[in-house]
């Protein structure tokens, strides 16, 4: 499945059903650590390092199955392979019965050694995010100097899929920004043979959680994480409908990225996933973006790009501290 087609079905849902059927796609937040510093992302908020317990993860993946769950992705605010134990997830989810199982890494530990046990495991796909198109400006941008062994990591990747006949697909993403303006076609240019697709992501505030990226970019007013385009979406979020994210403190978000449990509606060790995903706490969330009444929500500070005063769901599962409010671009 390609990434536009994704972004295609993130959209075929219905804004009035406030109890939507159990999603068919689920983010597992396997970790919350990053080995990247990339300067427009909030991850360096996240606080505390969390990390999924593995027993309660396999046990989460059985209860999503059941409750017709058939994607799912290992990872969300952290790197995923960071984790050591992460081919044991998806060889998990697929001996479960999962039929797609996709991860995003920044490539830099996706070495060869730790890369073939996820992908023998039975992976379907990996999207690397690579942010520049130059050694110098990867560096500005991620923080590390690491680009040319991504992009070896990525050239060894599609020799591998040769050799060994498995069919998962490669995917690459870049977010443009003032640091790397007309790189594009430089990684491109580099990569093009070896993948099955680039995506330009625009720059977006992160769920509402990077505002500071108004100071430097062009966030465009609707971005949503920089996928979705204003007119695609009349100021509703598709993914409260239609999917939802495990965090590695084993609560369940409403959004992928939100990296201070700002959206978390339950803690899922004292609440059943499907209970869960019709709890109070969501429908609330669903209806406010039905009507159009995000305020004091990150939801609004996300899909209207503006820094306006935003509360938890639930302040007892929130992290600490929370999000900075600088005052930015109200309205």
């Known amino acids: 499945m390609s990434l536009s087609a994704k972004k295609s079905k ?116 990996i999207k690397f995010s690579v942010n520049a198109g130059t050694r110098a400006s990867y560096k500005k941008v991620h923080g590390v100097d690491r680009f040319d062994q991504v ?36 990684l491109a240019g580099l990569l093009n043979d070896f993948v099955d697709e680039i995506d330009g992501r625009g720059c977006s505030n992160q769920g509402g959680n990077m505002l500071e990226n108004n100071k430097t970019e062009k966030i465009d007013k609707g971005n949503l994480l920089g996928s979705l385009r204003q007119g695609h979406h009349s100021g509703k979020c598709p993914d409260v409908f239609s999917r939802c994210t495990v965090t590695p403190e084993g609560y369940l978000s409403a959004c992928v990225v939100d990296y201070q449990n700002y959206l978390v ?8 996933i499907k209970d869960a995903w019709h709890h109070e706490a969501y429908v609330a969330l669903r209806r406010r973006h039905a009507a159009g009444n995000l305020l004091g929500t990150v939801c609004h500070n996300c899909l209207n790009n503006c820094d306006m005063p935003a509360e938890p769901l639930d302040p007892a599962l929130a992290k600490e501290p929370k999000i900075k409010r600088e005052g930015q671009g109200k309205t």
């Open 151 to 186: 992009i070896e990591n990525i050239q060894w990747l599609h020799g591998y899929r040769i050799k060994s006949g498995l069919s998962f697909r490669i995917y690459v993403s870049m977010v443009p920004t003032t640091l790397t303006e007309g790189e594009f076609p430089l």
């Open 265 to 272: 509606v339950a803690d899922l060790h004292k609440t059943n």
């Open 10 to 125: 993130r959209m075929d849902v219905d804004f009035n059903n406030l109890y939507p059927p159990f999603p068919r796609e689920v983010f597992f937040d396997l970790n919350n650590t990053c080995n990247s510093k990339c300067f427009f992302c909030s991850n360096s908020k996240v606080g505390k390092p969390a990390y999924l317990d593995q027993a309660f993860g396999f046990k989460l993946l059985r209860d999503f199955f059941a409750c017709g769950a058939r994607e799912v992705a290992f990872f969300a605010t952290g790197e995923p392979f960071l984790r050591q134990d992460l081919a044991a997830f998806v060889r998990e989810a697929k001996a479960i019965g999962y039929e797609y199982v996709f991860l995003n890494s920044n490539g830099i530990a996706a070495t060869p050694q730790r890369v073939m046990p996820v992908l023998e495991a039975g992976l379907d796909s």
